[in-house]
Structures are given as structure tokens and as C-alpha cells.
């Protein structure tokens, strides 16, 4: 196990990186937001297997929050995330303040791709918007070979891969699959702030995926049926509140009328004080 | 001289780049809307001098055209332009149509910096954003180690260059010296829409900006009596219109109350059918 290399100043980055591509070695890069959960690592151990060497970014990037957002609250477990890293064998992680990412003549930004404004685009307006520049700056900074990126935000998956393809990014984006609690729970650096009551509240997404999934699979085809069904079942189980809950094409997120082929089932909500996502792709 | 090779699809073009690549061979990118004149091949000779290979794109970006502007008239002599980049020594020529650089689906764009809203900003609201949205494509396409862009375009190249440090874009820009006809005109690819009446109009924009410099030169310091004095000059010399004639500071393109070191006399004016554009950097 080689040592982690913690580089938290552009500069320095763009040194390190220009280093390895002279040696000719290729490049993984998973961003993160950091409060690193096996959803992660299964992304750095994706990296890991795929390309030379493994580059994490931990950025808890403020331009993809919303002021009533909890940007503030967000777990920043900072020495662990360290040592889940070292332990993985990721080899060098960018760790950068928000003045080095923002500095304040920082003024221009990413107007995102059309598949970002259903869904969470219409619950969170400028979300999309933050996490593309983000992305992309990242993706200028390290300028990978391939970009790992989880199915758990479905949607951000979509745009970030729609939005490489049309500014011509070289990265290739790969999704992976979503990590679940051994009870069904998406993995989510969120799920901390669930309470007990909550927690249970919770495990109603994955049960309406699954339940979605199995009536697909007994030979349902009607979607409106099945999304009225969702939102019903979410409500009974207690959540506070249905952001959406559609089941969708999986490259335009526009509803389908009938289930024909691939589609993802997609759904937000609100939990207590939490606001969780969950998706699921069925395949007919 | 080696031959010129014309790439037309970006596929090839990110085969043909990563040739070079392995060979470590530097890069510079000559971005153009075609039409080439002597301020364009002087870009191409800079290029030549700096890196070992030289890429010029041609594509008359629709993206930064308004509706009412000169899209469909702007001058493209294909065979004329290659002519002139074969005689200058160009490495590759990239001649891609719109449908290879804007596929139906693509509909992420970049939301320029803050240095883009005034002067042409406020003359033409959406060009910057097309300006920036195609040389990011092409930096991403082509990842020259230099761009080369003229000065010419001055609010431009400032929009560029914040562009480039905003997202950490690794090529660095390189502006160079407008190239002018002899009588002083600054060439422009538009310059063909001239009658010969207005031919000599256009004059009056290089006059001015002389005599702004000579004013400093002999100690005048206030730039509101020398902003005053730009714009009656030109309209006392027959333009149609005056959109701006400012004296700014050359990285915020703000306006300064005073000279003091450098800074940029900027203006635009409409002169019969054509808007034209030129400037002059300023020492104290």
C-alpha cells in the first residue's frame, strides 16, 4: 500500500498530475463531498481496479446548495475520511478550502444540460448548476481518464454525463451501483441525521422501489398506475412530503407513458428533517 | 513545410491529438471564425514560433450570433483560407459543421464571467456566452498548451482569460497585437461589408484612439473629458452610432475616473451596415 498524497492547493495539483502523465500512467478520479460511506469506497475500489492511479477529491462544494440548504450541518468527519482513504489505497486525495476552488473574482459558472431541470432540478433550482462547474472544474484540474460517480443521484449522473458530452470533455463518466444498509437504505453521508423514528420512515424509498420493481415484473406496464401507487405507499409509510415520484426514461428523465424496455424509477422526499432520494432501474 | 491536414469530425480530431500527444509534441490553438486576414495569420505565426504544432479552427459559431445579426452573410472563402494556412505553415485546420459541434441534444452551455456583462455584454446579451460555450468545446477538444486570440477583440479576450482561470482550464491564453491596414483600419473580417464611404467613416475609430493616447501622452488625466471628447469625435466624423467609448481599467474592463498606468480606450460604433469594434492599451 502506497502512502495517500493530500494536496489541497491547485497549484500544487496540476505539478502532481503533470508528474504522473509524463510517467504515462492513467487517472481515476471519484469526487466526493466527503462523510465517505461504502458507497464511496466502492467507487474509489471501482477507480482502483480500473485506472493507475486514484485520485479523491473531498470538497463540500457551496455553490450546490441552496441558502436554506444545510451546507453549514454538513458532516465533515475530516480525519476519518483520511484514514477510509488510506486504508482503500486511493493515491492521492484533493482537499481544497473554497477559496482556492472560489476565489472572489470567480464569476463564471455552468449553465447545465436540459436534463436537469425536472425532478431535483424543480425541487433545488440551482443545484445542477454548482455541481456542473464544480465537475467540471475538477475534471480540468484532474484530468482523468475516467470519472466515477454513483446511480445513487441518478439524475446528477445523467447531467454530469450529458454535460461532458456536449462541452467535448475527454473524461469518460461511469456510473456505479448504488450501495445499500444491509436493511435497504441507500447509503447517504444525510443518513446521520436521521432520527430512530425516521430511520424507519425511511426504509419505505427502497420498499416502493421494490415493489415498483416486482409489479413490472409481474407484467404491469401501465406508469401513471404505478407512480400514483409509489406516492401512495410513500405517504402511508409517513414521509413528510413527496418531492416526485415518476418512473422515467433513463437518459432523458422525461415519464414514460408505459413501461417498455429500460426505465428508472425516481424518487424524493422528505424524512423528519431530511430530504432522501432513491432510485431504481427496471429493466422489462 | 509539411502538409496542412483538415480534420472535420471530433472523433478524428481526438485520435489525431492523441498521436501527437504521445509523441510530446506542444500544442497551440488558433480559434477562428475563418475569413482569415493578416491579423488572423500573425495569430498563426505566433503559434508557429511558441509550440511545435498548430492547430487553427474554422466555424462561424452560431451560438454567438443574436437573430438579427450577420450569421447567414458572414463571409466563408474555404478555399481561400486553407490556401493561406497551407502558405503559413499550420499543422491541422479543424472544420467542423454546426451538427458536429452542437448535436440536437446538446444544450449545456457556459454562463460567462462577470467582465462580460458590460460594453459588448450589453450591445449583444448573449454573444459571450456563445464565445465561451465554443472555446471551451474547442479547449476541450484540442488541449493546446497556448490559445492564441487577438487583441482586437479586447472585452473578448479579457472574457477568455477569466474563463480559463474560472474553471482551472490548464491552456494558457495568449493575446496578440492588432494587425491594422496601413491607413490605420483594424482588420476585421467584417471590414468587406465597407462601401467606400463608410470605408472612410470607419477611419475616424483608429483616429480617435491616437488622439486619446497623444492626450495622455501630453498629461491629460481625465478620462470623463477624454471619454466625452471620443464620442463627439466620432460622431462629428459620420458613424451612425456610438455604442461605447470608454476609457476602462484592461483586466475588469471597468470604467477609471482617472489615468493612472495602464489602461484600455475601448469603443464600438455602427458605420452604415456594419458594427465595428477596435481599442488601444494605454500606458501613463
Not at 481496479?49 to 486514484?54: G, H, M, S, V
Request: negative net charge; contains cysteine.
Amino acid at each position: 500500500m502506497s502512502e495517500l498524497r493530500v494536496v489541497s492547493s491547485c497549484r500544487e495539483l496540476v505539478s502532481v498530475i503533470a508528474d504522473y502523465r509524463k510517467q504515462g500512467r492513467s487517472i481515476g478520479l471519484v469526487p466526493t463531498m466527503g462523510a465517505l460511506h461504502a458507497g464511496h469506497l466502492s467507487l474509489v475500489e471501482r477507480s482502483l481496479a480500473a485506472t493507475d492511479l486514484t485520485f479523491v477529491s473531498i470538497f463540500v462544494n457551496p455553490t450546490q446548495f441552496a441558502a436554506d440548504e444545510d451546507l453549514d450541518q454538513y458532516p465533515r468527519p475530516l480525519e476519518q475520511d483520511l484514514e477510509k482513504l488510506s486504508r482503500a489505497g486511493a493515491d492521492c486525495v484533493f482537499l481544497p478550502d473554497v477559496s482556492e476552488m472560489y476565489p472572489g473574482n470567480c464569476t463564471t459558472s455552468i449553465e447545465p444540460p436540459q436534463v436537469s431541470r425536472r425532478w431535483e432540478g424543480e425541487s433545488r433550482p440551482s443545484h445542477f448548476g454548482g455541481v456542473c462547474t464544480v465537475v467540471l472544474k475538477l475534471l480540468n484540474l484532474i484530468p482523468a481518464d475516467v470519472a466515477f460517480f454513483g446511480e445513487k443521484d441518478f439524475q446528477q449522473l445523467a447531467v454530469i454525463r450529458q454535460m461532458v458530452e456536449d462541452l467535448n470533455v475527454a473524461t469518460r463518466i461511469e456510473g456505479c451501483p448504488i450501495v445499500r444498509e444491509p436493511d435497504g437504505l441507500a447509503m447517504s453521508s444525510r443518513n446521520v441525521y436521521l432520527s430512530e423514528t425516521d430511520r424507519e420512515i425511511a426504509l419505505s424509498l427502497h420498499r416502493t422501489l421494490a415493489s415498483v420493481a416486482e409489479q413490472v415484473a409481474q407484467g404491469e406496464t401501465d406508469s401513471h398506475l404505478l407512480m400514483a401507487e409509489m406516492r401512495q405507499k410513500l405517504i402511508d409509510s409517513g414521509v413528510s412530503r413527496v418531492d416526485y415520484a415518476v418512473i422515467a426514461d433513463p437518459t432523458t428523465l422525461e415519464v414514460v407513458e408505459e413501461v417498455e424496455g429500460t426505465v428508472v424509477a425516481l424518487l424524493a422526499c422528505q424524512v423528519g428533517q431530511v430530504r432522501l432520494i432513491d432510485n431504481c432501474v427496471i429493466a422489462r
